[in-house]
């Protein structure tokens, strides 16, 4: 389940403008190429995807660009969306989203809410060999973020989020594990990218530190520390990317089930089981963004994982290599957001991915 909701989360953050951050060389913030030169821009996209472990997903995902105001030409547009979904093996989620960029671009604010039910696995080191137990998560949250420019390229941000889970292993009949963390984050993103929703140039790096503390009620106290960092180059004269990104992953603390880390989506895709998960991730990746016309373009990726804290102590420090290609279709063509499709191949394992913008 916590593959599931980060790749929702991440996804939608995305749109929003890249897990949480944004843009340009001259001011730090948007306008220009980021913003809509519609009252709303409106678009409703359908949403297909494949996963060996959820089936075929089908769905909606109808979004909205705006500018909240028309004398503010540096913030980029701000975006409004729903999802529904539904997958072959009877999972299925709802949720909402906006980001709102504020002020010439000193603000930002995150807002998202969603519930579902999904099933899913995880892998577990016994019988002799291993195998694969399933698992329902019934889960439903809310999150809120804002973020302020405190210098030129240099953002800071605070964050809240409540996450409920109700999950019941079919090994286990008859019983549910209930828990509910109320989450506190702290953002530090300094972004120097060219683009907020399609960068050709330029760097953003990011740190996350999502705190559960006792006084906010959590059975179980832990930090969760993300650290990223997204480096493009401009190739062919300005048509092409190659964007590489870095990342760091672990916990300070007992991390629950649900917060573990997993492989799989963004980082790194080719793996959609579940099957390599820990209190620690680490990967690099590079992707090259091939425009061939003024809408479309292929995209090669390729990328190597570790997990380390590893339910499974076999799987600490095993290398975890990611290849694969996918198909970009331009459905904002003023901000340059894309829609596509992305396979990918892993160690003995492949994906399918549905893809609303790009994977960082």
Not at 55 to 65: E, R, T, V, W
Not at 193 to 222: A, S, W
């Amino acid at each position: 389940m916590k593959l599931f909701l980060s790749i929702l989360i991440a996804s939608l953050f995305f749109i929003c403008n890249t897990p949480t951050h944004a843009q340009s060389f001259g001011t730090g913030g948007g306008g220009g190429d980021t913003r809509t030169d519609k009252k709303v821009d409106f678009m409703p996209i359908p949403y297909i995807n494949y996963n060996r472990s959820l089936g075929f997903s089908i769905g909606a995902l109808p979004m909205a660009m705006y500018n909240l105001s028309q004398k503010d030409t540096i913030s980029p547009s701000s975006v409004t969306g729903l999802l529904g979904m539904w997958t072959t093996n009877d999972s299925w989620f709802g949720l909402v989203f906006s980001r709102f960029y504020l002020k010439e671009d000193r603000y930002r604010i995150t807002f998202a809410a969603g519930l579902g039910s999904i099933n899913f696995q995880t892998y577990v080191p016994f019988p002799i060999g291993g195998d694969f137990v399933d698992y329902n998560t019934g889960v439903n949250f809310i999150k809120i973020e804002v973020q302020r420019r405190v210098v030129k390229h240099l953002f800071l941000g605070l964050n809240y989020m409540n996450t409920d889970f109700n999950t019941s292993f079919d090994v286990i009949k008859d019983t549910t594990l209930a828990s509910n963390l109320q989450t506190l984050g702290i953002v530090l993103s300094y972004d120097h990218r060219d683009n907020v929703y399609y960068p050709y140039k330029g760097h953003i790096g990011n740190i996350n530190l999502d705190m559960n503390p006792e006084f906010l009620g959590n059975e179980t106290q832990n930090t969760k520390v993300s650290i990223d960092f997204n480096k493009y180059f401009a190739f062919r004269r300005g048509k092409d990317v190659l964007a590489t990104r870095a990342y760091i992953g672990f916990g300070i603390g007992d991390l629950i089930f649900n917060q573990q880390f997993i492989v799989g989506e963004s980082d790194i895709r080719g793996y959609t089981q579940g099957k390599y998960r820990g209190n620690s991730m680490y990967n690099l990746q590079a992707e090259y963004r091939w425009n061939f016309h003024k809408k479309m373009a292929i995209n090669f990726f390729g990328g190597l994982a570790t997990v380390a804290g590893a339910n499974d102590d076999s799987q600490n420090g095993t290398l975890l290599p990611g290849v694969g290609v996918g198909y970009r279709f331009n459905v904002f063509p003023k901000n340059h957001m894309n829609v596509g499709l992305d396979g990918a191949v892993g160690n003995d394992d492949w994906g399918v991915y549905f893809r609303i913008g790009e994977a960082f």
